[in-house]
């Protein structure tokens, strides 16, 4: 009865209409309770009347007040709703429960992230990567690492990691790699894994009309297939050119899934390279050789982009050869979790120039205060020597884990980063102070 009412937008109709309702009311009931009692008693009657004016005057009052009380309610409740919704925001880690883990080839397995909290996760821009965080036994402090997201849909209800085994390089004292054998050794459905939003600038424009050229081999296939897919979900009639190599059946991830998608979509062309192929492996390639820029140019056109992936000496004789082919450097995009690879043409752009030789340096959340010099290093390498143990993973200026908030000061850059980074942070794996005084939150 109170919401129509309170949906009466002229305030004196709405008190009119109260007020009708408030004097209907009580003269019913104050008629019924006389009649019943003593009808013919005056001074009854006159009480009646008395209710029936209260009622009214009353029922007025209260058509004038419902509204603005009403769209009060309302107003809180939509508070409530909206900072409810903000708070369930993702803005920082989150927990995740690994619902498979699919082998893919010798090296390569998948793992399937849904939230823990039930709540949607949001869309990513094909190509992006997922950051993760990793409670390992005998590490003293979490590992921190990314890995490109080997899937897509418009509405995702998970994520997927494809993540290769890193064994230690054969003849050299050197550690395999923890993070990726310890997902592939004790990680299992239903395992629960803190991982932060997908982020990243290597990236596929979907509905650019130009072809795509991805180009990848080994486990640089991952954000590949998230490419391929978005383009045939979201523009089918784009041109799209999906080279990859590797050694053979037994390291090829995806071979079937990639072979489907190119069936329901003919503007995917798809040509596998197989560098040292096995009998078993008849018919399940198109080339034998590794894949460089004399395939690529009997593959496709120049007058496309060009999206590389995979070892660094595999992108940086991919990009030296398309180059020489005559494609603009703005045209060729890679991903690389090492240190950014340096254009033929372009030197790395650095800033370290402009930085000071000492500065004092505020960890505020640390509380200390320390003063840097010039042989300290970048940021993150002098807050490690100095106890403080930021989050990193790629220390390239790439994935964004360091990035932390600058609240005074500057910094230089000694690369150009590849994260993105807020006016007001700072990447600290690669930059060091630029004024004598730098404030951190950390």
Same mark, same amino acid.
């Given at each position: 009865?109170?919401?129509?009412?309170?949906?009466?937008?002229?305030?004196?109709?709405?008190? $009119?209409?109260?007020?009708?309702?408030?004097?209907?009311?009580?003269?019913?009931? !104050?008629?019924?309770?006389?009649?019943?009692?003593?009808?013919? &008693?005056?001074?009854?009657?006159?009480?009646?009347?008395? !209710?029936?004016?209260?009622?009214?005057? *009353?029922?007025?009052?209260?058509?004038?007040?419902?509204?603005?009380?009403?769209?009060?309610?309302?107003?809180?409740?939509?508070?409530?709703?909206?900072?409810?919704?903000?708070?369930?925001? +993702?803005?920082?880690?989150?927990?995740?429960?690994?619902?498979?883990?699919?082998?893919?080839s010798e090296e390569i397995t998948s793992f399937y992230l849904e939230p823990q909290d039930k709540y949607e996760i949001p869309n990513f821009q094909p190509g992006q990567f997922l950051t993760i965080?990793? &409670?390992?036994?005998?590490?003293?402090?979490?590992?921190?690492?990314?890995?490109?997201?080997? &899937?897509?849909?418009?509405?995702?209800?998970?994520?997927?990691?494809?993540?290769?085994?890193?064994?230690?390089?054969?003849?050299?004292?050197?550690?395999?790699?923890?993070?990726?054998?310890?997902?592939?050794?004790?990680?299992?459905?239903?395992?629960?894994?803190? @991982?932060?939003?997908?982020?990243?600038?290597?990236?596929?424009?979907?509905?650019?009309?130009?072809?795509?050229?991805?180009?990848?081999?080994?486990?640089?296939?991952?954000?590949?297939?998230?490419?391929?897919?978005?383009?045939?979900?979201?523009?089918?009639?784009?041109?799209?050119?999906?080279?990859?190599?590797?050694?053979?059946?037994?390291?090829?991830?995806?071979?079937?899934?990639?072979?489907?998608?190119?069936?329901?979509?003919?503007?995917?062309?798809?040509? $596998?390279?197989?560098?040292?192929?096995?009998?078993?492996?008849?018919?399940?390639?198109?080339?034998?050789?590794?894949?460089?820029?004399?395939?690529?140019?009997?593959?496709?056109?120049?007058?496309?982009?060009?999206?590389?992936?995979?070892?660094?000496?595999?992108?940086?004789?991919?990009? &030296?050869?398309?180059?020489? +082919?005559?494609?603009? @450097?703005?045209?060729?995009?890679?991903?690389?979790?090492?240190?950014?690879?340096?254009?033929?043409?372009?030197?790395?752009?650095?800033?370290?120039?402009?930085?000071?030789?000492?500065?004092?340096?505020?960890?505020?959340?640390?509380?200390?205060?320390?003063? +840097?010099?010039?042989?300290?290093?970048?940021?993150?390498?002098? *807050?490690?020597?100095n106890g403080i143990n930021p989050p990193y993973s790629c220390r390239a200026g790439i994935c964004g884990t360091c990035t932390c908030q600058i609240t005074e000061g500057e910094v230089s850059y000694?690369?150009?980063?590849?994260?993105?980074?807020?006016?007001?942070?700072?990447?600290?794996?690669?930059?060091?102070?630029?004024?004598?005084?730098?404030?951190?939150?950390?």
């Amino acid at each position: 009865m109170i919401e129509p009412i309170a949906a009466i937008k002229n305030p004196l109709l709405r008190a $009119f209409t109260s007020a009708s309702l408030g004097f209907t009311i009580v003269t019913i009931i !104050s008629g019924s309770i006389i009649g019943y009692i003593n009808p013919k &008693d005056k001074s009854a009657l006159k009480y009646g009347i008395y !209710s029936s004016l209260l009622a009214t005057v *009353a029922g007025g009052i209260f058509g004038l007040t419902v509204a603005e009380k009403s769209n009060k309610l309302k107003l809180s409740l939509d508070k409530q709703q909206i900072d409810k919704s903000q708070n369930q925001i +993702w803005k920082d880690w989150r927990n995740f429960i690994v619902v498979r883990k699919v082998k893919e080839s010798e090296e390569i397995t998948s793992f399937y992230l849904e939230p823990q909290d039930k709540y949607e996760i949001p869309n990513f821009q094909p190509g992006q990567f997922l950051t993760i965080k990793l &409670d390992i036994p005998g590490q003293n402090k979490p590992v921190i690492r990314t890995y490109s997201l080997s &899937d897509y849909s418009q509405y995702p209800q998970y994520y997927r990691l494809s993540i290769k085994r890193e064994l230690a390089p054969p003849g050299l004292s050197v550690m395999p790699g923890i993070a990726s054998n310890f997902m592939h050794n004790s990680i299992h459905e239903g395992s629960v894994i803190l @991982a932060k939003p997908p982020n990243g600038k290597f990236v596929l424009n979907v509905q650019k009309k130009l072809p795509a050229v991805l180009i990848s081999n080994g486990v640089g296939i991952t954000p590949m297939i998230s490419m391929a897919k978005a383009t045939a979900q979201l523009n089918p009639q784009r041109e799209v050119y999906f080279v990859h190599g590797t050694r053979n059946g037994n390291y090829h991830a995806f071979r079937e899934e990639v072979l489907g998608l190119a069936g329901e979509n003919p503007n995917l062309k798809v040509h $596998f390279r197989y560098s040292r192929p096995e009998l078993e492996d008849e018919g399940k390639y198109h080339s034998q050789g590794y894949v460089n820029s004399a395939l690529i140019q009997q593959l496709t056109t120049q007058n496309a982009e060009f999206f590389l992936c995979g070892s660094p000496n595999f992108m940086q004789s991919l990009r &030296d050869g398309l180059q020489a +082919w005559g494609v603009p @450097a703005n045209q060729i995009y890679f991903e690389s979790f090492s240190k950014p690879i340096a254009a033929s043409s372009q030197k790395s752009v650095t800033t370290t120039d402009e930085s000071v030789t000492t500065a004092e340096i505020v960890f505020s959340k640390s509380g200390k205060t320390l003063t +840097w010099t010039q042989e300290d290093g970048n940021i993150l390498e002098f *807050a490690e020597n100095n106890g403080i143990n930021p989050p990193y993973s790629c220390r390239a200026g790439i994935c964004g884990t360091c990035t932390c908030q600058i609240t005074e000061g500057e910094v230089s850059y000694q690369e150009e980063p590849t994260a993105a980074v807020d006016e007001d942070s700072v990447l600290i794996c690669i930059s060091q102070p630029k004024t004598q005084r730098i404030v951190l939150d950390i």
